[in-house]
């Protein structure tokens, strides 16, 4: 029987407790015992981690309730010491890597062989206060306030008024949401400026020049590093810059206005963007029918996330803002946060969170804890792809009249998000490469990329993003350092199912759930290429989906 998210209560762990189920695997490793040491590791993993991603997520349900930050800060001191008898185990088991390899395979031994460089005892109380920085960021935002014609809003509810058909709504959206980060800028530029020098300083205790290649390694990238990414970066430049370009002109043209400012940036479709066909409950109930039609495994899937309890999607008072997919897998099940407001964005939930947590269940019988989810570029080729595959249903979301537009915008959207995406990981590249910059610096290290990469953004008087504070809004950029670039380099990967799901949907379909089940078995290029895709860093990779784009968009 599936569980469901009620009967999700694992025991809280403590450091003592850790350290003698610790020392009990090491006492079996040392009689030679070690397929069943490795078992043992692998449910105690599994456990842990089953309750460190429950205390995180009560959290983000309320960061107001002062048990569930208690809660978190528990689960956030003792996280280091939980690493560190983890990296411990690695380090022994690495000792013997051919045996080793043979019962969990060859890629979770590299993942290791990654893992157990980015720590070390010494850094222990830097991951701590990390960890408090982030949380502090997250408690920020989830509190503003932000007074709008005669309401309070939190940052989520300001979504539909920023992509209002009406740009005097859509400016004074960007004016009030611009308003609470200038409010806060002393306090937002102080907290960055302390997670870069904790994590400049980490980097330095492990003996590496910077923290860009302590960030790789701590998100287990091992096929690929910064010289690929910056080609990659090349290529969004080259080909996907002037096409956006080209479209944003388009649109300024058909609604005549004489330049385009950033608040009409979001208004892609010029009737409107489409919206769902009504709120959280119609939604949750089409949402069953579109999948049942995509795929049996879907439409079960989904059946089973409703019943068991497993969507929060709301947008309530004191929420973290945003949208995410995480897991327990000790009782084997995902579970998808989101923030509805009403606008495309919520359909997004349906389409995006539901690829990620598709694939977690699809890779339950993965043999390790380290393959139930891939690194994270490969992760978001799950919820990616999945939004371009709903296409054909998407009538079920929007309703059929809107459809086609939906497609267009969803996009026209996607193709303006990778100069985004690339300018916040290039911008992550300068700041770690300088970890003594001031806040001013980065504001301007910010403002130099973004005309590299955004040459049409048009500030007017919106002061705090025209000073270079845009990112400030980014939490990955605080809180998952260098984590932004998976998604443009999913999105790639995406494209490319869209344009074979355009000639044969139902085999672009089978082949998508194939690549699910392999989770998180190989790392991200092996993956790629399992399921016929050619690698982001291979030259032309978005030649062929910028073609196809341009095609179909008509620009
Ligand atoms: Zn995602």
Not at 404 to 428: K, S
Not at 512 to 522: D, I, N, P, T
Request: charged share 25%; with cysteine.
């Amino acid at each position: 029987m599936t569980p469901r998210f009620a009967d999700i209560a694992p025991a809280t762990p403590d450091r003592d407790g850790l350290a003698q189920r610790y020392a009990a695997l090491h006492a079996r490793l040392d009689r030679g015992d070690r397929t069943a040491a490795l078992a043992d590791w692998d449910t105690l993993r599994r456990e842990y981690d089953t309750w460190s991603a429950l205390v995180h997520l009560r959290f983000a349900q309320d960061t107001t309730d002062p048990a569930a930050k208690q809660a978190r800060d528990y689960a956030d001191a003792l996280a280091p010491e939980a690493t560190e008898l983890e990296v411990g185990m690695k380090r022994r088991l690495l000792a013997d890597q051919t045996a080793v390899a043979a019962i969990v395979g060859a890629h979770a031994v590299r993942l290791w062989e990654s893992d157990v460089t980015t720590f070390d005892p010494a850094i222990k109380p830097d991951l701590e206060e990390e960890a408090k920085l982030g949380a502090r960021y997250t408690e920020l935002l989830a509190g503003a306030k932000i007074p709008f014609r005669g309401e309070t809003l939190n940052l989520s509810g300001l979504g539909p008024y920023a992509e209002s058909p009406d740009r005097a709504t859509r400016h004074d959206a960007e004016q009030a949401r611009w308003s609470f980060f200038a409010e806060n800028a002393a306090e937002l530029d102080q907290l960055f400026d302390a997670l870069v020098r904790v994590r400049h300083r980490m980097a330095r205790t492990l003996g590496l020049p910077d923290y860009t290649p302590l960030g790789y390694r701590r998100l287990r990238r091992v096929d690929y590093g910064p010289a690929d990414v910056a080609r990659y970066r090349a290529q969004v430049q080259a080909h996907v810059v002037p096409l956006v370009a080209r479209e944003l002109e388009a649109r300024r043209a058909i609604h005549g206005w004489d330049r385009l400012r950033f608040w009409d940036e979001a208004l892609i479709d010029p009737a409107g963007n489409p919206a769902p066909i009504g709120g959280h409950d119609e939604l949750v109930a089409a949402a069953q029918t579109m999948f049942d039609r995509l795929h049996p495994a879907l439409g079960r899937f989904y059946a089973m996330m409703r019943d068991g309890g497993l969507l929060d999607l709301k947008n309530r008072p004191g929420k973290a803002g945003g949208g995410f997919c995480t897991s327990f897998p000790s009782a084997g099940v995902p579970f998808i946060f989101a923030n509805f407001n009403g606008t495309q964005a919520d359909v997004g939930v349906f389409t995006h969170e539901m690829g990620h947590a598709f694939q977690n269940w699809e890779s339950r019988h993965q043999p390790n804890v380290d393959y139930l989810w891939p690194t994270m570029e490969s992760a978001e080729i799950h919820s990616m792809s999945l939004e371009f595959l709903t296409y054909p249903e998407i009538g079920l979301l929007v309703g059929d009249a809107a459809a086609e537009r939906f497609r267009r915008m969803h996009l026209i959207g996607d193709l303006a998000f990778l100069p985004y995406g690339v300018c916040v990981d290039h911008f992550q590249h300068a700041v770690y490469a300088a970890p003594d910059a001031t806040p001013a610096d980065r504001h301007r290290m910010w403002q130099t990329l973004e005309r590299q990469y955004m040459p049409w953004t048009d500030y007017g008087d919106l002061a705090y993003p025209a000073m270079g504070g845009r990112w400030q809004a980014k939490p990955h950029i605080y809180g998952s350092p260098f984590y932004y670039i998976d998604y443009t380099l999913a999105l790639c990967c995406a494209m490319q199912f869209w344009v074979r799901a355009r000639r044969d949907p139902s085999a672009a379909m089978e082949t998508y759930v194939a690549l699910c089940a392999r989770g998180g078995s190989a790392p991200f290029q092996d993956l790629v290429r399992s399921a016929g895709l050619v690698s982001p860093f291979a030259d032309g990779a978005l030649a062929d989906v910028v073609t196809e784009a341009a095609a179909v968009l008509g620009i």
